[in-house]
């Protein structure tokens, strides 16, 4: 059974940082563009950033551009979220998802992770 395991978040003042980790326990990463999305309160869950299982390219949002890095490791099967600089608007829950690059592959998402900034 496929799990995708977040972890890591947590409350933290402006301008600090938190690095968000996601376990997939079972998946080749390879064959997955590894995702964070977040959802705010009473807001739509959204992108955030992505890295491809084809050649590590990344995305981010405008929002965070320049403040957070996705990073994973394919042995470990780890995939991770660095935020610094962080603001109260990037307090949500954070998720982490598994969109396959194959067909005939499943998509996968985690439990969410919570992360509050506040003074």
């Known amino acids: 059974q496929v799990q995708l395991v977040e972890s890591g978040g947590g409350l933290v003042q402006p301008g600090g940082s938190l690095t968000l980790s996601c376990a997939a326990s079972t998946l080749t990463l390879r064959y997955y563009t590894m995702r964070w999305f977040r959802q705010g309160p009473g807001k739509e869950r959204k992108l955030v950033a992505s890295?491809?299982?084809?050649?590590?390219?990344?995305t981010y949002t405008d929002s965070v551009k320049g403040r957070f890095a996705i990073s994973k490791d394919n042995a470990k099967k780890m995939v991770y979220l660095q935020m610094t600089s962080l603001k109260p608007e990037d307090t949500a829950v954070y998720y982490c998802?598994?969109?396959?690059?194959?067909?005939?592959?499943?998509?996968?998402w985690g439990q969410g992770t919570q992360v509050t900034v506040a003074s």
């Open positions: 998802n598994a969109d396959p690059l194959y067909v005939g592959l499943g998509s996968f």
């Open positions: 890295i491809s299982g084809f050649d590590n390219s990344t």
